[in-house]
C-alpha cells in the first residue's frame, strides 16, 4: 500500500494499525503546501529520522512546487484545501497505479484538525477514476495514543496545518 505522509507524527498511529493488519507499506512524503521551505524542510527531516528507526521506506519526490501551489489557491483562499487535498491524494494515486500497488491511503485521516470526510470523498472519487483502491480507516481513533507517542520520542510537532494562510489564521490575532 502507498500511504501518503502529511508528517511525521501523524504517522506513528496509521502505520501501527496497517502493519498490523498486515499490509506492506510505503511512504510518500509529497506536501508542496507545507510553507514556508524551512518548515517543509523541518517535518520533512523529522519524517526521515522516525522512518529510519521503524524501517519504513518512504519516497521523497524531488522538488518543491511551491509556486504552482499558490497560483492555483491564491484567487480562491477560503477554497484552497480542496485543491490541497486532492493535489496531495492524486498525485499518490497516480503513483499508486505506475508503480502497480494494491492500494492508497493518507495519514490525513488520522488528524482531528482535517476535513476527515472530505478527504474520504476525494479519495474514493479517486479511486474511481484510477482503478486503484482507496483505503479508508478512520485514523483519528488513536490520535492520544499518536500525540503521546511522538512527544515522548521528542519529535518536532507543528503548531500550524501547512499553508501560509493556515499560519496566518494561527498565529495573527
Ligand atoms: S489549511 Fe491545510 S489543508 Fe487547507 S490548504 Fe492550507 S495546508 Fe492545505
Redesign the pocket.
Known amino acids: 500500500m502507498l500511504m501518503h505522509i502529511c508528517c511525521g507524527p501523524c504517522t506513528i498511529h496509521p502505520l501501527k494499525a496497517l502493519r498490523i493488519h498486515g499490509h506492506d507499506v510505503t511512504g510518500l512524503f509529497y506536501n508542496p503546501?507545507?510553507h514556508p521551505y524551512l518548515e517543509f524542510s523541518r517535518r520533512r527531516q523529522t519524517l526521515q529520522d522516525y522512518a529510519q528507526k521503524i524501517l519504513l521506506n518512504v519516497i521523497y519526490p524531488e522538488g518543491y512546487p511551491l509556486e504552482e501551489f499558490l497560483s492555483q489557491?491564491a484567487a480562491r483562499p477560503q477554497e484552497?484545501?480542496v485543491?490541497?487535498?486532492t493535489n496531495r491524494l492524486k498525485f499518490t494515486a497516480d503513483l499508486a497505479k505506475k508503480e502497480n500497488y494494491d492500494a492508497f491511503t493518507s495519514t490525513l485521516l488520522y488528524s482531528r484538525f482535517?476535513?476527515h470526510d472530505l478527504i474520504r470523498q476525494i479519495g474514493e472519487t479517486l479511486s474511481w477514476q484510477t482503478g486503484i483502491h482507496f483505503h479508508y480507516e478512520d485514523f483519528r481513533i488513536g490520535w492520544n495514543e499518536g500525540v503521546k507517542i511522538s512527544r515522548e520520542l521528542g519529535m518536532y510537532r507543528q503548531p500550524y496545518?501547512?499553508?501560509i494562510?493556515?499560519e496566518k489564521e494561527r498565529f495573527c490575532k
Open positions: 503546501n507545507i489557491v484552497r484545501c485543491y490541497c487535498l482535517q476535513k496545518c501547512g499553508c494562510y493556515s
